[in-house]
């Protein structure tokens, strides 16, 4: 912590637990809501694709998506966490040093970028039967490589978004502008008879059009163009590359695990399993968007929160968040669970097969999104070597284990070698973060919440199986008992006043908080 923070922090009075946790309910049930729309375009994107290309080709697919997606998740150098991280600890308009950032967070990215592309689209002849099998030739991941630069770009500049916007700016890019764009554009695509190389250009363009969004949406509030200076001092280099460089590898492990395991699988099994594994793997994902969605909204405040020495105040709002999460979460991981098969019937009878697979990987869910955004957690309280280790350990786990499962289980190996890795990565975190911040994670409320999840879904999981099956039928009546239980619930009045109370922080209007320097500029409220 800086002394800047602490003297700072003694010189004003920082708002109480109860003002932060209004203001994280806030932000969070914007973020729920721009997650929401996220899954669901994202499943209708899955949807286009595994209907559109099949087994081998939406295996192709998945796996030049992966090939951006790690790729960027590796350029960025862990700068979009530090830009998080950063940005809400210093001033922003023309006079701040906020905009002094931008070149410190976005050159050495961008050159590492450049270089990869420029040697992706060289190797690409010889990459591409290894890594998209048979269904594909080289000119998917000449244009996949192609567009690294754009995406790290555009990854960036929305972590700086999120900081100088108020979040329905970040929301509008995030969880709207890309999720409903890319099932639009890549459909159109399909209904023209374009191939994979045009599916796969359909689902890129929308980040290009992010990318000048954000341009034209972080510019102001941090003063570009109207004298703030750019020019960085010795100090901003290293001190944000020394938070920075720790959470590179773990950037890549974490956006990357489920595109790991895609392209593991291709090259191990085969497009089809990579397919296959591929259409389990957007479910799991889609039912992770709850706790991203919290994450965003929130990370922001832990990061100031941390510095001005508040970890009280940072584990309340975790721990608020954290039921939230679970509470949306664990339904839709449960049924996952048991209707596993229901669920990839809407991709074609081909998918089918990772009905195990599904299940597997839903059960470690219900322990990633038990444990919270305890990773932000350790990021913005700027324990990003820990996160690391963390993250290193899960995918030890889960790429050793697939080597040994997948040649023989297909997506299934692949399923169960993702799963340990997930709860060894989670575990392992949550262990650091309670020991480094020496804050209970844990309170009753969540685990009485927790408890009511499991008892409620899995009622009505029962009730689903023993009368239609494993499959739609029984997903139907589960879904039916589970509505008929809720609108049950809001009868009692317990449960009325507990949403009462949550309105009221949702709508309410907390103070404004303390930044590093002084009060939070107008822009910066209602992050």
């Known amino acids: 912590m800086t002394a800047a923070v602490r003297s700072s922090t003694a010189g004003s009075a920082a708002p109480s637990a109860d003002a932060e946790t209004r203001r994280s309910a806030r932000s969070g049930f914007a973020g729920l809501i721009g997650a929401a729309t996220s899954g669901l375009f994202g499943f209708l994107l899955a949807v286009v694709i595994t209907r559109g290309y099949g087994t081998a080709g939406s295996g192709a697919i998945f796996a030049a998506i992966g090939v951006v997606t790690v790729a960027t998740a590796v350029c960025t150098l862990g700068a979009e966490t530090g830009l998080m991280w950063a940005l809400p600890r210093r001033r922003t308009g023309p006079r701040g040093d ?138 901003d280099w290293s001190t944000f590359w020394g938070f920075a460089l720790p959470r590179a590898a773990s950037a890549a492990i974490d956006a990357g695990n489920m595109w790991v395991g895609v392209l593991l699988t291709s090259v191990l099994a085969g497009a089809g399993e990579a397919g296959v594994f591929g259409a389990v793997g957007r479910y799991i994902l889609a039912g992770q968007l709850a706790m991203q969605g919290l994450r965003v909204a929130v990370s922001p405040q832990l990061s100031r929160l941390l510095g001005a020495g508040r970890p009280d105040a940072a584990a309340a709002v975790h721990r608020q968040l954290t039921a939230w999460g679970l509470v949306l979460s664990w339904p839709v991981y449960l049924l996952l669970a048991v ?69 023989g289980h297909g997506a299934t190996g692949a399923a169960a070698a993702w799963a340990a890795g997930i709860v060894t990565e989670n575990l392992t975190a949550v262990t650091c973060a ?81 930044t590093a320097t002084g009060s939070a500029p107008p822009q910066q409220e209602g992050r």
């Open 434 to 514: 309670r020991v480094v911040f020496g804050q209970p994670l844990v309170d009753a409320p969540m685990l009485r919440a927790a408890a009511a999840t499991v008892a409620g879904v899995g009622a009505a999981a029962t009730v689903g199986v023993l009368a239609g099956g494993r499959g739609i039928p029984g997903l139907l009546v589960a879904a039916a008992v589970l509505a008929a239980g809720c609108v049950g619930l809001l009868t009692l009045p317990r449960v009325r006043h507990g949403i009462r109370v949550t309105m009221r922080q949702i709508r309410g209007r907390g103070e404004a908080a303390p």
């Open 98 to 235: 906020a905009a002094r950032l931008l070149p410190v967070g976005l050159l050495p990215p961008l050159v590492v970028a450049v270089v990869v592309a420029v040697t992706g689209v060289l190797a690409a002849d010889a990459l591409a039967p290894r890594v998209l099998g048979g269904a594909a030739g080289a000119a998917l991941l000449v244009t996949s490589f192609a567009a690294v630069p754009v995406v790290v770009l555009m990854t960036l500049l929305l972590a700086a978004l999120r900081c100088v916007r108020p979040i329905r700016a970040y929301l509008s890019v995030q969880f709207f502008l890309l999720p409903v764009a890319r099932p639009a554009l890549v459909g159109a695509a399909v209904l023209v008879g374009g191939g994979l190389v045009a599916g796969m250009s359909a689902w890129l363009v929308p980040a290009g059009i992010a990318l000048l969004s954000c341009l034209a949406l972080v510019a102001g509030p941090l003063g570009v163009g109207r004298g703030a200076a750019l020019r960085p001092e010795r100090r």
């Open 339 to 407: 209707f596993g098969l229901a669920f990839l019937e809407l991709f074609g009878s081909g998918f089918t097969a990772g009905a195990t697979a599904m299940t597997v990987l839903a059960l470690a869910m219900l322990v990633n999104t038990g444990v919270g955004n305890v990773q932000s957690l350790l990021l913005m309280g700027g324990r990003s070597g820990l996160h690391l280790a963390a993250t290193v350990a899960g995918l030890l786990v889960t790429v050793s284990l697939g080597l040994v499962l997948i040649p």
